[in-house]
């Protein structure tokens, strides 16, 4: 490998690693997965976990038929181009191996992807990987849970024109996958299953990654914020600050707001109302006590940020919205007001270098401060 081709594990690039970089990283951690171009290293497994593997994998090569089918561990697939997960276990097609020094399956010769929930990887391996298996277009998918010391397997299959099913023991998660027999949270799309959550489940999920958000019932799991994105957070948060009655407005950040039953993302900033009757404890806002969403564009939330997220806030009857684009290093706002009528938005205005509103209150933030922070 020559020092051009090398990439550091520890050094992420600022757009995040493909699936083809995992090959050309020295000295990466057994077992690293690559999920939404982040790395993610994994512990070592406990005892439970490395039998379950055992058991599995003996069973599963016992009644695959041979050639037509393989079953291997330690073995990553690609699913696109920022997704390359390692399944505990998978069953391949048996013309996957091309060659013996393939390190790595394309997501269509996968049958099946088997995940073992460890403490560590809950989220990962019951609402993440599941989807992103279901979406890479992968049949079927076991999920093993460990109740009270025995294993319980969670077997999908991926229907396309048909919700999922599921032939498993009782669910040990709430309700992040459907089974015949309970009403629980899976939906499915032509593309497939989709494993969905609803809005109050957040509160209760051990180890959630900061500033996940619940868009569509699909858990949306936050990166860490670029420099400009954190300027424009001070710069915007501040602004609202100086200005707004704190008898009838609080700033707020860091809160989700509850849309609906399967919607609950995080604006970057909100106005709220100053007498809305949330304690100290809550970790959200109702969407009718918000009278301003604002959202700080990111390249990995383009598409959230400029088109559903502002659906979503005016369906939840939200008044004003701002979106923050980065424009060269500058902070461009576009903000809209509420047509009640059509639930949709319409422009206020596109603000440059100084954002000089009357709504919801009197607001005057200049935005080439940015340049100097």
């Known amino acids: 490998m020559s020092a051009e081709s090398a990439i550091e594990w520890n050094q992420p690039p600022a757009e995040g690693f493909t699936a083809d970089d995992l ?3 020295p000295d990466l951690p057994p077992h690293a997965e690559l999920i939404d171009g982040r790395l993610v290293l994994v512990s070592p497994p406990k005892v439970f976990h ?16 041979r050639p037509e089918f393989l079953v ?21 097609r048996g013309d996957a191996e091309a060659s013996l020094s393939v390190t790595c399956y394309p997501a269509e010769a996968v049958v099946l992807a088997v995940e073992v929930v460890s403490p560590e990887s809950e989220i990962r391996d019951r609402v993440l990987k599941p989807q992103l298996y279901a979406e890479a277009g992968i049949p079927f998918f076991w999920r093993v849970e460990a109740v009270e010391g025995k294993p319980v397997v969670h077997a999908f ?3 396309p024109e048909s919700a999922p099913t599921s032939r498993s023991g009782p669910s040990t998660t709430g309700s992040t996958c459907e089974s015949r027999s309970r009403s629980t949270s899976t939906s499915a799309r032509s593309n497939g299953c989709e494993f969905r959550l609803y809005a109050d489940e957040l509160d209760r999920m051990p180890g959630l990654p900061s500033h996940s958000q619940l868009i569509d019932g699909k858990l949306v799991v ?7 994105h954190q ?9 609202l600050c100086r200005r707004a009655p704190r008898d009838r407005f609080l700033v707020d950040r860091e809160m989700s707001v509850v849309l609906g039953p399967r919607q609950r993302p995080e604006p970057d900033v909100i106005v709220v109302q100053a007498d809305a009757e949330i304690d100290d404890d809550a970790s959200w806002h109702p969407a009718e006590a918000v009278f301003l969403a604002v959202e700080v564009v990111s390249p990995e939330s383009e598409i959230r940020d400029r ?8 369906e939840a009857g939200i008044r004003f919205f701002w979106r923050v684009e980065n424009v060269e290093g500058k902070a461009v706002v576009h903000a809209y007001e509420l047509d009640p009528a059509l639930s949709a938005y319409t422009p206020l205005g596109i603000f440059h270098d100084r954002v000089q509103l009357s709504v919801p209150f009197v607001i005057d933030i200049d935005l080439t401060e940015i340049e100097r922070m």
């Open 157 to 159: 299959e991926r229907a």
């Open 50 to 65: 490395s039998l379950m593997l055992d058991l599995l994998t003996r069973s599963l090569r016992s009644a695959a038929p």
């Open 222 to 228: 936050g990166r860490p914020r670029p420099r400009f």
């Open 231 to 239: 300027k424009a957070l001070r710069l915007l948060e501040s602004g």
């Open 307 to 314: 088109k559903r997220k502002p659906q979503l806030y005016a």
């Open 72 to 92: 291997r561990r330690d073995m990553s697939v690609v699913l696109n181009r920022k997704q390359r997960p390692e399944p505990d276990v998978v069953v391949v």
């Open 23 to 25: 090959d050309r990283i």
